[in-house]
């Protein structure tokens, strides 16, 4: 007898425990989530700046390139991939040199994080595609 009313008043002091536990536990799994989401959003952002900066530095460094048709190729690569979408209010710099040819591109990822707006800034260079004598 003294065992049933020991597992019930047991029971009686846990009543609501589970409310309380999914009161603490859910906002850290909604953290983590948002921080692995952010995470992939900022990833991908940049994936697709790096690609672009590449794309534009292939075309700028070509034996005839200028620095517009890298800055154009980037810009192109980043629309393609999606645009504002991936990488908000993004530009291509490019800065080509007797040797070396730079693009740089830079956005804005997309944030699921309310107040951060991360900033993505990659660049690519290559040699200048030029013409020796043997």
Known sequence: MKAKRARSSRRQDERGSVSIE??????????????????????HARTVAIAAAQEGAKAAGGENGKEADGVSAASSFVDEAGGDDVLSGATATANRTATTVTVTVRGHSLSVIPGWNPVIVQSASLPVERVTAP
């Open 22 to 43: 999914l009161v603490i536990l859910l906002p850290a799994l909604f953290a983590v989530m948002f921080l692995g989401m952010q995470a992939a959003l900022f990833y």
